[in-house]
């Protein structure tokens, strides 16, 4: 490896929601069930979700009428 | 592959023998001439089970008792048996001591326990004796042998010759109804969880809803025979074949398996292997969850369809004899003066019908094994339905070598505007089954079958790994005709909706330093996602090649928060360990405190509450309870009195600023003296120190009389403007 390792900071297993726009994300922050595990707001579009509660979430979206695409 | 897991199984439990039973069996199995360490042992026993030629001539060399036993085993396709099933079947072959049968098979290394692990057995006769839920299996290897011997069945009761039109109205399903109901099946419990009882029954609701679907309780098209319960034998077959699985006592929908994606003689085989395992359905009683311990079903059903290969060819049989035979000679069914011992052991909770007509046998034949296409039937001479082996059931019974040729028909479906899809059986597989299954409700089953297009299906085709593309290749495909425009055009729309939300369950998010560094990562290839201008975000961490970073700190986000937040002493500026700190911190930190300008000093950023931040967080809820919770969690530490003041200051009663005066007296005695006598007690506002008293300017005269009275003189210090008024 020729090149110098580049220093980053690593989040492991991070669940979060990316919207794809800002005003969807203040719409699904507006859900009070859904805001309950949604742990903070990382940037207008993304929405970090508490440890654990990703199949509730997308429960709830589900129930809200979205198809939420659930990448792994 | 599936050979090589048996053999692997089969090391496990010669493990388990103990060294003078293992050397017993190798003796007979492979007849080893040295004194071989155990695991040589082990190894050469594997290799003569895998040798056809050691196997042919181990099964000459076993008696005929055994032999038969192996070759029903073989012909079964199943590899794994109860042992009470195996003893049933080898009495009702005529030989008395069933039990022995199995033992033999044990003692001659052909035929295995199944051990719980860690067990050890010193003895088959001990082993056999501990119960009535045993399961013994035979290695593949050996069951594909065991073809070329000939069972030694009796000849088929009841055969009869079809004369004028009966011999050529031949029946034979097309085998697709049960794949179409356990795709129904896997349908609806894709979209509700079915929930069990403690005692594996199902709850009143799911019960009700899987005795009255019309689509998995309705007879078929081409129906000969009804059966009991058909929509719990569904979930009880595609349980066997993990289609749908347990989880925490809910029932819920596996991806299809692999069967699904081999031909339909395949698939029905891997069904009539999953028909032999059912512990909770038979074709008497129907539905008997947690009561058929010992079902003696597997192995009548295996009887009667071998006996039905024993036919000479052009010949039927009549359901009626066969059932008959089967009764006369099966322990379970025996008239009482037959029943032996082991046969009343089995089973007790099952009812026996002795009559051909009420022992579940013709429901069998004419509903399931027709359906499977097991069999073919035809009207005997008196009108009554006469049977025999098709040629899918001579196959997937060892009979024949060749799977039976099938036509097919590629384009078997039409899309129609409504988005309702029309499917015509004959071209239907069981691949195309699961694809359509995936993104459409099955609506009819039939001798045409409709399909509905839905957003909910087609979202959960997209959750499955299908795509929009695919979806539309597979209509397209197998379309008689060009899909129409607005079907296309909807299933478009549902797709991209899809794509407005997407939630990344365990994702790795890298946090670089700078918007250079990150757009270098790009540059290696990070199969990133850009959040910000430092962030990037990577679905799955096992897609990173982490030769190209040096991590400078990792967070793990299933683990608890880790303490990264040192307070400093003004008790308001707090210091964040950067290699520590998560996300969630810097989202919580700001919505109380802002950060200190600076920039990052020795991997520490600093943070400060102010009153106008804390103001703002009070705005968006914050209060103490919260704000002392969060200092325990993230420092470690209790809520300091500076941040304390910042966030309850606006909650306080207003201060007070009042003129007071501090008496000093000479000693401390008295101090306590003043403090204690009733004169001057009431003087007193506050005891500051062992000599210093607070006292009230308006109560200086009062004080200073009573301690005239003392003989104590009152000396008042000037105020520095030297107007005579007490210094304050």
């Known amino acids: 490896m020729d090149k110098a390792r580049i220093p980053v900071k690593l989040h492991r297993r991070v669940s979060l929601i990316q919207t794809e726009d800002a005003v969807l994300a203040e719409e699904l922050l507006a859900n009070k069930k859904l805001a309950q595990d949604i742990v903070g707001r990382l940037t207008g579009r993304v929405l970090l979700v508490r440890a654990g509660r990703v199949e509730g979430v997308v429960q709830e979206l589900q129930k809200m009428g979205h198809t939420p695409q659930v990448v792994t | 592959m599936m050979s090589d897991t048996w053999t692997e199984q089969l090391r496990q439990t010669l493990h388990s023998y103990d060294e003078g039973l293992l050397r017993q069996v190798a003796n007979r199995l492979c007849k080893p001439r040295n004194h071989w360490p155990v695991d040589e042992l ?48 080898s009495v009702a072959l005529g030989n008395s001591d069933g039990l022995q049968a199995v033992q033999t098979l044990f003692e001659a290394g052909l035929l295995y326990p199944e051990l719980t692990p860690r067990s050890r057995i010193k003895q088959f006769d001990q082993w056999l004796g501990k119960g009535n839920s045993l399961w013994a299996y035979v290695h593949p290897a050996t069951g594909a ?237 008196e009108e009554s339905w006469v049977v025999r082996l098709s040629p899918t059931g001579r196959w ?33 597989t069981p691949d195309l089954i699961a694809r359509l299954s995936r993104f459409a409700r099955w609506k009819t089953l039939g001798a045409a079958c409709t399909l509905q297009l839905e957003p909910e299906t087609v979202y959960r085709a997209l959750e499955s790994g299908d795509s929009f593309e695919s979806i539309v290749q597979t209509l397209e495909r197998h379309s008689m005709k060009p899909t129409p425009a607005p079907v296309v055009e909807a299933l478009r729309t549902w797709s991209n909706k899809r794509d407005r939300i997407s939630v990344y369950p365990a994702a ?145 009663p207003a201060a007070e600023l009042r003129r007071q005066l501090v008496l000093h007296v000479a000693n401390e005695e008295i101090a306590d003296g003043l403090e204690q006598w009733p004169a001057t007690r009431g003087l007193i506002r506050e005891r500051l120190g062992p000599t210093a008293i607070l006292v009230l300017e308006d109560d200086v005269p009062a004080l200073e009389e009573r301690l005239q009275t003392l003989g104590i003189k009152l000396q008042l210090e000037e105020s520095p403007e030297n107007d005579g008024s007490p210094q304050r």
């Open chain 2, 396 to 428: 997937i019974l060892g009979l024949a070598d060749q799977q039976p040729a099938s036509t097919t028909f590629p384009q078997t479906l039409l899309v129609q505007p409504n988005l309702e899809i029309l499917v015509y059986r004959q071209g239907l």
């Open chain 2, 508 to 652: 790795a998010l890298f946090e670089f330093a700078s918007a250079e560094d990150m757009q270098e990562a790009i540059a290696r290839g990070l199969p990133a996602v850009l959040l910000g201008e430092r962030l990037a975000l990577v679905a799955n961490e096992s897609a990173i090649d982490y030769r190209h970073f040096r991590l400078v700190g990792t967070r793990d986000y299933v683990l608890p928060p880790e303490k990264c937040v040192e307070i400093e002493p003004d008790g308001v500026t707090l210091s964040i360990d950067l290699a520590r700190s998560d996300l969630l911190l810097e989202t919580e930190l700001a919505r109380f405190a802002e950060l200190v300008p600076g920039g990052d000093v020795n991997n520490h950023r600093r943070y400060r509450l102010t009153p106008a931040t804390v103001a703002a967080g009070r705005q968006q809820g914050l209060n103490v309870p919260l704000l002392e919770n969060w200092f325990w969690r993230r420092s470690g530490q209790a809520l300091t009195s500076a941040s304390r003041l910042l966030l309850s200051g606006p909650d306080s």
């Open chain 2, 145 to 381: 042998r065991t073809l070329e011997f000939d069972a030694q069945l009796p000849k088929c009761p009841g055969t009869q010759t079809l004369t004028g039109s009966g011999r050529h109205q031949v029946h034979e399903a097309d085998g697709l109804e049960w794949p179409l109901r356990l795709a129904v099946l896997w349908q609806q419990v894709a979209a509700a969880p079915l929930r069990r009882t403690q005692q594996h029954d199902f709850f009143k609701r799911d019960l009700e809803r899987l005795r009255s679907d019309p689509l998995l309780t309705g007879a078929p098209a081409d129906n000969l025979g009804d059966l009991p319960d058909p929509g719990l034998l569904a979930v009880s077959l595609a349980l066997a074949q993990e289609l749908i699985h347990d989880k925490d006592g809910e029932l819920v929908a596996g991806a299809f398996p692999s069967a699904w994606q081999e031909s339909l003689p395949s698939m029905l085989a891997s069904l009539w292997t999953a028909l032999l395992h059912l512990e909770d359905w038979n074709s008497q009683q129907g539905w008997q969850p947690g009561e058929t311990h010992g079902n003696p079903y597997p192995g009548a059903y295996l009887l009667t369809l071998l006996l039905l290969g024993n036919l000479p060819e052009e010949r039927w049989a009549s359901p009626d004899e066969l059932v008959r035979w089967l009764i006369d000679r099966h322990p379970f069914w025996r008239t009482t003066q037959h029943r032996n011992a082991s046969a009343r052991s089995r089973a007790p909770a099952l009812q026996r019908s002795t009559t051909p007509d009420t022992a579940g046998f013709i429901p069998f034949l004419l509903g399931l094994a027709y359906q499977l296409r097991l069999i073919q039937a035809a009207k005997g001479p």
């Open chain 2, 42 to 89: 082990i190894d050469r026993c594997l290799a003569a089970v895998g040798n056809p030629a050691v196997v042919d001539r181990r099964l000459k060399e076993l008696d005929e008792p055994g032999r038969n036993l192996l070759a029903l085993i073989g012909h079964s396709r199943q590899p794994r048996w109860q042992v009470g099933n195996l003893v049933e079947l």
